[in-house]
């Protein structure tokens, strides 16, 4: 499906533009909404901004009303605080959604001439993400619902049986790798947010996910509510859950790990009574530990993107453009299929929740960069 | 007090009288003969002395029983000051030592069993049957040097709460190990997670405790062997004092008698002589030996056993930034800090833990093992560059065969310079420790017979002193 490209040639104009100028962004910006085919997915786009982000995936079985979880998990006083924290509801970026990338297009520039001239696609990932990316048992393939992805895209930027070297990134050096082009993207379970769009440019988002609360089965822990007071709540540092947790502790006491497995490993050893982390990597604790449960809402809405040099606007167009085929086919998309193999188990209950659909993508007019 | 009291029992009032017209602060001596009614028998004593010193028999008594005094005090001041280095010396190589290398084997057990967990993680199903079995060894060792440390009742209270600590610690390291390994076998990442986790116990819990035990044992160790070292300033001290005295009595023999030598006191001064220069020589003889053994042997065992130490958590950092699978850089950092601590920060050159090591070996077969040591950490830190390389290139199993061996390896890995390494340091170790014995028992062994020997020496000088005053005793009679 070549005929995605119809809007513009901002591969083009967006090559000349330097990678980088943080400060002065966003005064042109709008969210334009493309013509045709568009025009659907805009209106698409604004029932789901207006009311349900969150139904576009089920979170963790727990999921309840959607409409339920966008308004409680917005307490009083937080909304204000939305640059740093993805909060539930439409976030924007100096007034633009905040996974809204440039339109799909398939016009090789420098980039992707680059990759094909060395034939070789290089993709940051992470080896130790249970069904995101991670090598599987006995075997050196490196799998998971991160590198489907990566393997759509390499196949149709070059072709059958594409040649791709997957390097762990540690999650400090993701923007460093992309910005000094050791990869040529990062596929990792890579939440978009406003302060990274000032370091590196994002698809459209391909998956959506937030922040929820994770506590063994037997737990007395209900949600993120007085439930938590006096119990030991775990989170990585730096994270988002951690910035949640400190902003409203409920009378939890916080403890601090470098990774959200540590507080799995945490929380088996007796050491913490719950942790939080977003609904997807809490998925590869559930398939590894099946005692573990989700509990209360989602408080966040988050999407994960791929991540790209600012300065390679070919590639991100590519790259969407891909998207856009990998989205597309109901219930037999490519996405679809990754879904039902690594996060159904664990993220989706037949009962209860409306059948899982990609993100829907959101397209910005003009560069990324001004 | 120029004139001396007659007959003390009529002399009360004079001697009441000599003191009290000086009206000066009273004395002891003029409160005792104040009292009038009644004599102490110090009092009658002194009185005797008086009148004795007032004949040359009487004075002659005397210089005697004090030379007799003095060197009776010699000899024993010299018993007892050898005795107590004698004591520190053997304290430090059969207790302190020990327990100080006890300690440095308990830490560098627990070092192994941790590179050795990782190198077997990293294999996985793969896993070596060797290197479960040193796993298996390295923690047996463990425990059961902790129950020797425990059970050895020289050890303070303070080493005993830290063994205890280690003790209880020990099984629960062990057990993170084995709940890693049981997840890494199904190939779950949470494995990684709990390797990590003991990892994080082992160095911030166990290795910390272990380092502080070693701390104290080594201070222990240092200060015994200061006290085995420490010149007996006392028993040379009496020593000269009683030749001086020896000396004074055979020139005043010699003024009053014009005879130049007697026979007696020449002998006694001979022997207490002989004495003095045992004492001297055999000091300044162990001296010299414990001197080899703590600044020669010692030093280089600490230089061994610290990079022998950094070797071993080199080879646990690098296997356990294979663990991490890119997670992050915290372990080849701390990789590339051991490495540097171990051969030094340049590649080219030789400085570091063994560096120093190599400058402290003092003979061929001391310095040979130091050498392959240098010789295989170099090989190793480039191997392990090269793995690194493909490692950052993505091409995992290449760098982990590198490490470990497996279907691609190279043939040579890491992990044989490693190995090498280890032996080396272990070779190297045992030389020195066998040296710092040897050096020490040769020490000790320099005092003995001086304890004998000084009372052998003290009673003959006594009987010399005897023999000789009791000649010219008999001159009046």
Known sequence: ?370 | MTHSPTAPPTSPPAAAAATAPQDGPPSPASAASQEPPRRSPWAYKAGQLRAALRTEPGRLRLIGAAIALLLLLFGGVTVWQVSDRTAAAATVIDSSQPLSTGAAEIYRALVDANTAAATGFLAGANEDPDVRQRYEDDIDNAARRLAAAAADSSGSDEAQEYITFLNQRLPVYTGLVEIARANNRQGLPLGGAYLRYANEQMQESLLRTADELYQLETRRFEQDMGEAKRWPWVATGVGLGTLLVLAWAQRRHYLRTNRVFDPGLLAATSAALVLLLWLTGAHVLARSALNDASTGAARSLSALNGAWTEALKARGDENLNLVARGASTEFEDSYTEHMNTLLGPDPEQVAGLLGEAEELADDADGLAPVRAAVAATQEWRTRHQAGREQELAGAYDEAVARAIGGPHSPGATTGQSFAQVNASLGEAVRHEQEQFTAAADRGRGRLGGLRVGAVALALLAVLGTALGVGRRLAEYR
């Open chain 1, 1 to 370: 499906m070549g005929s995605v490209s119809t809007v513009g040639t901002p591969g083009a104009a967006g090559a000349g533009a330097p990678g980088g100028g943080p400060g002065g962004r966003g005064g042109r910006r709008r969210v334009r909404l493309p013509r045709g085919r568009g025009l659907l997915l805009a209106a698409a786009a604004l029932v789901l901004a207006g009311t349900t982000l969150v139904a576009a995936l089920p979170g963790g079985g727990a999921a309840a009303g959607a409409g339920s979880a966008a308004g409680q998990a917005a307490p009083a006083g937080q909304v204000s605080s939305g640059d740093d924290l993805p909060l539930a509801g439409p976030q924007l970026c100096d007034g633009r959604p905040v996974d809204a990338s440039l339109p799909p297009a398939r016009d090789p520039g420098d980039a992707v001439a680059a990759i094909r001239a060395r034939n070789q696609l290089r993709v940051g990932i992470d080896l130790n993400s249970y069904l995101w990316g991670y090598r599987e048992p006995d075997s050196t393939r490196i799998v998971g619902f991160d590198i489907d992805l990566v393997q759509a895209i390499a196949e149709d930027l070059l072709g059958e049986n594409p040649d791709i070297v997957y390097l762990a990134i540690p999650t400090a050096q993701r923007t460093q790798a992309i910005q000094e082009g050791t990869v040529d993207m990062v596929v990792r379970s890579m939440s978009i947010t406003c302060d990274r769009w000032q370091d590196v440019a994002f698809s459209t988002a391909y998956f959506e996910t937030g922040q929820q609360l994770e506590v063994p089965r037997n737990s007395s822990i209900t949600g993120f509510d007085e439930s938590l007071d006096g119990a030991r709540v775990c989170s990585a540092a730096g994270s988002t859950a951690s910035r949640l947790l400190q902003e409203q502790s409920h009378g939890a006491q916080l403890i601090t790990q470098p990774n959200h497995l540590d507080c799995l490993v945490q929380v088996q050893l007796g050491l913490a009574d719950a942790l939080m982390t977003d609904t997807a990597l809490a998925a590869g604790h559930l398939a590894q530990d099946p005692s573990m449960r989700l509990v209360g809402q989602r408080l966040t809405d988050e999407s994960y993107g791929v991540a790209m040099n600012l300065a390679n606007t070919d590639l991100v167009a590519w790259v969407n453009a891909v998207l856009e085929d990998y989205r597309a086919g109901g219930e037999d998309s490519q996405w679809r299929q990754s879904f039902d193999r690594w996060l159904a188990p664990y993220l989706y209950d037949g009962r209860r929740d409306p059948p899982p659909t990609p993100p829907e993508p959101e397209y910005l007019e003009g560069g990324l960069v001004d």
